[in-house]
T-cell receptor, first 114, second 116 residues
Framework: AQSVTQLGSHVSVSEGALVLLRCNYS??????LFWYVQYPNQGLQLLLK??????LVKGINGFEAEFKKSETSFHLTKPSAHMSDAAEYFC????????????FGKGTLLTVNP | EPEVTQTPSHQVTQMGQEVILRCVPI?????FYWYRQILGQKVEFLVS????????KSEIFDDQFSVERPDGSNFTLKIRSTKLEDSAMYFC??????????????FGAGSRLTVL
């Protein structure tokens, strides 16, 4: 069985500040890990994913995440927040080779203050 | 950029009524999915569909639920007799392939169902 824990249902940062959204997972097999973003009234959009290979993954809009197996973490970061980053962010895991049956975290709402 | 379209965006229904949620997947995608998110809870997998049949379903997807692809473009989720606990946001998704890390799901914006 797999699970995802996102620490903090709501994170608030100032524009220009570092964004750090935390995600820890549990999986009995090598995982595939994903971050999705949902803007108001829009679908879940893939930000980035880790499957195999390089553990530091770069995504769209300047976001990146690092897979740390020893810490079972896949935290999402962005060096400098922009107002347009305000959205809900979901971390998800699936077992390797089965990228459709995603197990999601509860989501983290990011607000960016001017 | 191709997108998955869902209708309606919001539906309010009375308990016991039938509801059909509609989705238009990306045109060359072959695999289709429904997920749902009850308010304040996690997004959960409901069902996957390929080649006109269900390939996998979760324990949530009981006999009250059904899916079909009636005309080669739409992909529908039917709830026969809605219950209060069916109130949720329902997300449709599609993908070109399965089982490959290079392949990802494209999600729609969701249909919010409110059962009174």
């Amino acid at each position: 069985a797999q699970s995802v824990t996102q620490l903090g249902s709501h994170v608030s940062v100032s524009e220009g500040a570092l964004v750090l959204l935390r995600c820890n997972y549990s999986s009995s097999v090598p995982p595939y890990l994903f971050w999705y973003v949902q803007y108001p009234n829009q679908g879940l959009q893939l930000l980035l994913k880790y499957t195999t290979g390089a553990t530091l993954v770069k995504g769209i809009n300047g976001f990146e995440a690092e897979f740390k197996k020893s810490e079972t973490s896949f935290h999402l970061t962005k060096p400098s927040a922009h107002m347009s980053d305000a959205a809900e962010y979901f971390c998800a895991v699936t077992r390797g080779g089965s990228n459709y049956k995603l197990t999601f975290g509860k989501g983290t709402l990011l607000t960016v203050n001017p | 950029e191709p997108e998955v379209t869902q209708t309606p965006s919001h539906q309010v229904t009375q308990m016991g009524q039938e509801v059909i949620l509609r989705c238009v997947p990306i045109s060359n995608h072959l695999y289709f999915y429904w997920y749902r998110q009850i308010l304040g809870q996690k997004v959960e997998f409901l069902v996957s569909f390929y080649n006109n049949e269900i390939s996998e379903k979760s324990e949530i997807f009981d006999d009250q639920f059904s899916v079909e692809r009636p005309d080669g473009s739409n992909f529908t989720l039917k709830i026969r007799s809605t219950k209060l606990e069916d109130s949720a946001m329902y997300f449709c998704a599609s993908s070109l392939r399965q089982g490959s890390g290079a392949n990802v799901l494209t999600f729609g914006a969701g249909s919010r169902l409110t059962v009174l």
